[in-house]
């Protein structure tokens, strides 16, 4: 194997593993990402906040497409770095061996455990700058059908396991017409759970 396509199949594993820690990353910002201050962003016109409650008012949808992100990235990582060791003349039981000491701990710290901490306690801040490039790749990945079919797959298992409890759909409450700010609290009302109001105990003069 030349050195060009070494160089190739290296720089595909550096890009691979940078994906798999984008993936990681925004999957964690998009639980820890304070809503207020994003919608308050979003009502002063800031394009990344109104990007990101965009794609964060379709949960299923952002979840299905940073699975999928996650799943190509970590498989071309597998294979480029499977193809180098095979082009240094690694033998097959050295290269399993090496894989499991230095490899596989390197890529569980810099492909997964790292850009979650980071993006844990940089949420406010990183969400909003990467939220376009986020909603690219999940255009990306729509017009192939991986992402509606794994939200299909999704869906269908949880009314399998789940049939006695209906999917609220809180996207639909919010409307473009009302504010980012303002559509955000009405939705959390709306799929809050309504408590029955209790009759009157008051005792009744005799």
Known sequence: MSAAVLLAYAAMALASLGASAFFAGVETGAYTVNRLRL??????????????????????????????????????????????????????????????????PLIVVLGETLPKELFRQHADSWMVVVAPLARWVRVALGATGAVALVRWLGDALARRLAPCRPVQRCSRVMKPSLPFSTAASYAERACSPKVPRLPSTSPRST
Do not use: Q
């Open 39 to 104: 919608a308050v962003r979003a009502d002063r016109g800031e394009h990344g906040a109104r990007v990101l409650i965009g794609e964060l008012s379709r949960a299923n949808r952002w979840l299905a497409t940073l699975l999928i992100g996650n799943t190509l990235a970590g498989d071309a990582a597998s294979y480029a770095i499977g193809t180098l060791l095979d082009g240094a003349g690694i033998s097959h039981g050295a290269a399993m061996a090496l894989n499991a000491a230095i490899l596989l």
